[in-house]
């Protein structure tokens, strides 16, 4: 796509969203949802099917995306960062590495459970399979109530019979380039967050309220 058709398709798709979080910048990759840093190498809208459209639009800026448990991350470099565009399909995840950007896909029909959470420093998107779990970190500054919306808009999708996310194997992984990233052993909470604790196993967690649909739940 020339950079007039990355303008146009970004525009046009930001113009039919009922959100606001769905803004033409961000699709064109001119600029984050709170920053004016290009989130990614390529524009979010590049990586969108020709009949695909964004519900909603979550970034965040060094956190990245989670598979498993929240601490197996892939997070951006250096000033790149992470946009997440939720369709009527999918969610997709993308994280804007030195050398190209990581693609996490999760359709609609592999998800089981969706659920939110928020803290004062992040809020997080999590997203359950058969198989996994996927944590999508958002920018503290997010409202909840866009929260609260794609909790409902993916449930609205889910299956009773969700499948595992396609070649299991590999798919359910957080890839790069093809490829599954191991665990950071050295990822912690690391990011001086207060109002944490260390669980059993050794990770810390933090103090989130956790929601679904509007409505607190048990942590996991």
């Known amino acids: 796509m020339t ?6 398709r970004a525009f046009v798709l930001a113009e039919m969203a009922s959100d606001d979080s769905v803004t033409m910048s961000v699709l064109a990759g001119r600029e984050g949802r709170f920053s004016q840093q290009a989130p990614l190498n390529d524009p979010p809208v590049t990586y969108l099917e020709e009949t695909e459209a964004p519900v909603y639009v979550l970034t965040n800026g060094k956190r990245g995306i989670g598979r498993g448990i929240k601490s197996n991350t892939i997070a951006p470099d250096g000033d790149f960062r992470t946009v997440v565009l939720v369709t009527g399909r999918r969610t997709l995840c993308l994280v804007g590495q030195s050398d190209g950007d990581a693609v996490v896909t999760v359709p609609h029909e592999s998800v089981a ?5 928020t803290g004062f420093r992040k809020h997080r998107l999590v997203l359950q399979t058969p198989e996994s779990a996927y944590h999508c970190w958002v920018h ?3 409202e909840e109530a866009v929260l609260d919306g794609i909790t409902e ?17 590999a798919m ?3 890839m790069y380039r093809g490829r599954p990233v191991a665990r950071d052993p050295t990822d912690g ?8 604790a260390e669980s059993a196993d050794g990770e810390t967690e933090e103090e989130f309220t956790v929601t679904y ?4 739940v048990e942590r996991d």
């Open 113 to 117: 459970a969706v659920r939110y959470s």
């Open 213 to 216: 649909r509007g409505q607190p």
């Open 172 to 174: 359910s992984r957080v």
């Open 140 to 142: 503290r500054k997010t």
């Open 3 to 8: 950079d007039s058709d990355v303008a146009e």
């Open 189 to 196: 909470s690391g990011d001086g967050s207060s109002g944490s």
């Open 153 to 169: 808009f993916v449930s609205e999708h889910m299956v009773e019979r969700p499948e595992p996310v396609e070649d299991d194997g």
